[in-house]
């Protein structure tokens, strides 16, 4: 059974590196940790762990804050918002972090390592040859002090590693995984401080993480193996650390590593391809998260009442790129005509020729809720509404002519149609539909034939929406026009 200790006041982080765009797994890490601090009524801290200069990516710090914020993800401290412990990028904190490797190297919990990287390469390998467990001898560990003032005389460079025991074993109480335990002596005194001054995330997270009060750290279970190393940090600097929760793994439909062939991508990229953040945000819930074996469908007021760490899941979570389309597309059907015709604004203007913009809102209040039930992604907008917006539509004028038709048929068909549109004393759906079906059967062709040439005709598609819902927003004008083109063309053929 798992116990979730609740500390008086609960303080989450996300704390992202920079060093590439943000990922579906990077803000399912995000999302938990703020339904977490939403439910309890705590802080939600945004911080920036950008001590890994050499991978640093432009733009990356942009991208992670606009992707929470397209998520509808406010933070409570950190960029843009500020707070009482800033800064928040961890870059601005180096002072603090030498601080504490100092207090650590006089507590003899850690000591400077002058091992070049020749003699650590040539280290590794003999230990390759040997078949021994990697990591580093601890040669630095054992200088005199003599020892180390030559070394300090020299001038060469130099890192703060930390000093782990000999012997015993490291435990945790993880909120989601349980106990966990390991074994000192198999684990190697690691770097906390670089030789360029800038500290490890192993130092940088405990520090922050103490300074910043934060009560519990709910991370990605790749992070799980560092969590010894953490403690023994905390318990020597003599910090108390706060509660552990690693999330479960993200796997593609195969159960291997996660990518971009399962349709995993940087999460803005999702908003360019049209989904939308509500989707998005209720997908990623699910991914390691339920609240019973049938709710898959769940805003964001329900997510935040009925979120708990115990249902957090001990499995990988199967990333399924379809579900995710099919939920975008409940939500798509669950807007009101305004708000879907303001989201397919922007998307129309992209992807529509230019010759037919700008496009009439009112226009597009029309169109909308006939392709609403069709539209699955935002960026199918252009593709369902082209003929609404064009001046010609173009199609195969074979397509015309309808199973159990003939070009004859299929001419008299249209120019009766043309006939009895242009006569209609109203050019409205009801009446168009009536109409035009005594049409079809004074020429002995069955609906569906009739129709379906007068679609094509229409619009250019063999598949719309209703067809004279959608001949009514075209309007007579328009329509005619196409229903004569149609008929030049089919006496063509």
Request: net charge negative; hydrophobic share 40%.
């Given at each position: 059974?798992?116990?979730?200790?609740?500390?008086?006041?609960?303080?989450?982080?996300?704390?992202?590196?920079?060093?590439?765009?943000p990922?579906?797994?990077?803000?399912?890490?995000?999302?938990?940790?703020w339904?977490?601090?939403?439910?309890?009524?705590?802080?939600?801290?945004?911080?920036?762990?950008?001590?890994?200069?050499?991978?640093?990516?432009p733009?990356?710090?942009d991208?992670?804050?606009?992707?929470?914020?397209?998520?509808?993800?406010?933070?409570?401290?950190?960029?843009?918002?500020g707070?009482?412990?800033a800064?928040?990028?961890?870059?601005?904190?180096?002072d603090?972090?030498?601080?504490?490797a100092?207090?650590?190297?006089?507590?003899?919990?850690?000591?400077r390592?002058?091992?070049?990287?020749?003699?650590?390469?040539?280290?590794?390998?003999?230990?390759l040859?040997?078949?021994?467990?990697?990591?580093?001898?601890?040669?630095?560990?054992?200088?005199?002090?003599?020892?180390?003032?030559?070394?300090?005389a020299?001038?060469?460079?130099?890192?703060?590693?930390?000093?782990?025991?000999?012997?015993?074993?490291?435990?945790?109480?993880?909120?989601?995984?349980?106990?966990?335990?390991?074994?000192?002596?198999l684990?190697?005194?690691?770097?906390?401080?670089?030789?360029?001054?800038f500290?490890?995330?192993?130092?940088?997270?405990?520090?922050?993480?103490?300074?910043?009060?934060?009560?519990h750290?709910?991370?990605?279970?790749?992070?799980?193996?560092?969590?010894?190393?953490?403690?023994?940090?905390?318990?020597?600097?003599?910090?108390?650390?706060?509660?552990?929760?690693?999330?479960?793994?993200?796997?593609?439909?195969?159960?291997?590593?996660?990518s971009?062939?399962?349709?995993?991508?940087?999460?803005?990229?999702?908003?360019?391809?049209?989904?939308?953040?509500?989707?998005?945000?209720?997908?990623?819930?699910?991914?390691?998260?339920?609240?019973d074996?049938?709710?898959e469908?769940?805003?964001?007021?329900a997510?935040?009442?009925?979120?708990?760490?115990?249902?957090?899941?001990?499995?990988?979570?199967?990333?399924?790129?379809?579900?995710?389309?099919?939920m975008?597309?409940?939500?798509?059907?669950?807007?009101?005509?305004?708000?879907?015709?303001?989201?397919?604004?922007?998307?129309?203007?992209?992807?529509?020729?230019?010759?037919?913009?700008?496009?009439?809102?009112?226009y597009?209040?029309r169109?909308?809720?006939?392709?609403?039930q069709?539209?699955?992604?935002?960026?199918?907008?252009?593709?369902?509404?082209?003929?609404?917006?064009?001046?010609?539509?173009?199609?195969?004028?074979?397509?015309?002519?309808?199973?159990?038709?003939?070009?004859?048929?299929?001419?008299?068909?249209?120019?009766?149609?043309?006939?009895d549109?242009?006569?209609?004393?109203?050019?409205?759906?009801?009446?168009?539909?009536?109409?035009?079906r005594?049409?079809?059967?004074?020429?002995?062709?069955?609906?569906?034939?009739?129709?379906?040439?007068?679609?094509?005709?229409a619009?250019?598609?063999?598949?719309?929406?209703?067809?004279?819902?959608?001949?009514?927003?075209?309007?007579?004008?328009?329509v005619?026009?196409?229903?004569?083109?149609?008929?030049?063309?089919?006496?063509?053929?």
């Open positions: 059974s798992r116990r979730l200790v609740l500390a008086e006041a609960v303080r989450v982080r996300f704390a992202p590196s920079p060093t590439g765009l990922h579906i797994g990077n803000i399912r890490t995000a999302l938990f940790n339904l977490f601090a939403r439910h309890h009524g705590g802080k939600f801290i945004v911080r920036v762990e950008d001590t890994d200069q050499d991978r640093l990516v733009g990356a710090v991208a992670v804050l606009d992707s929470l914020a397209w998520l509808h993800l406010d933070w409570d401290e950190g960029p843009r918002v707070g009482p412990f800064p928040y990028h961890q870059s601005q904190r180096l603090t972090y030498q601080r504490m100092e207090q650590l190297i006089e507590k003899g919990s850690a000591y390592c002058y091992c070049t990287e020749d003699r650590l390469q040539r280290m590794r390998e003999e230990q040859r040997l078949k021994q467990s990697s990591g580093y001898d601890r040669r630095c560990r054992h200088l005199d002090q003599g020892e180390r003032r030559v070394r300090e020299e001038g060469g460079p130099s890192v703060v590693r930390f000093a782990m025991p000999f012997s015993g074993i490291t435990r945790v109480r993880d909120i989601i995984h349980g106990d966990v335990e390991w074994q000192n002596e684990l190697d005194d690691f770097i906390l401080l670089k030789s360029d001054g500290p490890t995330y192993h130092l940088a997270v405990v520090v922050d993480d103490h300074l910043m009060e934060i009560s750290v709910l991370r990605a279970e790749e992070w799980l193996p560092s969590t010894p190393r953490h403690l023994q940090i905390y318990q020597a600097l003599g910090f108390g650390p706060p509660e552990f929760g690693h999330l479960p793994m993200i796997l593609g439909p195969d159960r291997s590593k996660l971009k062939r399962h349709g995993a991508t940087a999460l803005l990229e999702y908003s360019d391809e049209g989904f939308v953040p509500e989707a998005v945000r209720n997908f990623l819930l699910l991914l390691g998260w339920s609240l074996d049938k709710t469908i769940m805003g964001p007021e997510a935040i009442e009925r979120f708990s760490l115990e249902r957090v899941s001990r499995s990988a979570a199967i990333f399924d790129h379809d579900k995710l389309t099919w975008n597309g409940v939500y798509i059907r669950q807007l009101s005509v305004e708000e879907l015709a303001d989201r397919v604004l922007p998307f129309l203007e992209r992807d529509l020729p230019a010759d037919v913009l700008p496009v009439s809102r009112d597009l209040l169109i909308v809720p006939l392709i609403q069709r539209t699955k992604l935002l960026s199918d907008a252009a593709h369902l509404t082209s003929y609404f917006f064009q001046a010609e539509v173009d199609y195969d004028p074979l397509s015309l002519v309808q199973k159990g038709m003939d070009r004859e048929s299929t001419l008299a068909a249209l120019e009766a149609a043309r006939e549109l242009a006569k209609m004393a109203q050019f409205e759906h009801h009446a168009m539909e009536e109409s035009l005594a049409v079809a059967s004074g020429l002995g062709l069955s609906a569906r034939q009739f129709f379906g040439t007068l679609r094509v005709a619009t250019g598609r063999e598949a719309t929406p209703p067809l004279f819902e959608t001949m009514a927003v075209l309007g007579r004008e328009r005619l026009e196409r229903v004569a083109s149609a008929i030049e063309l089919i006496r063509a053929v």
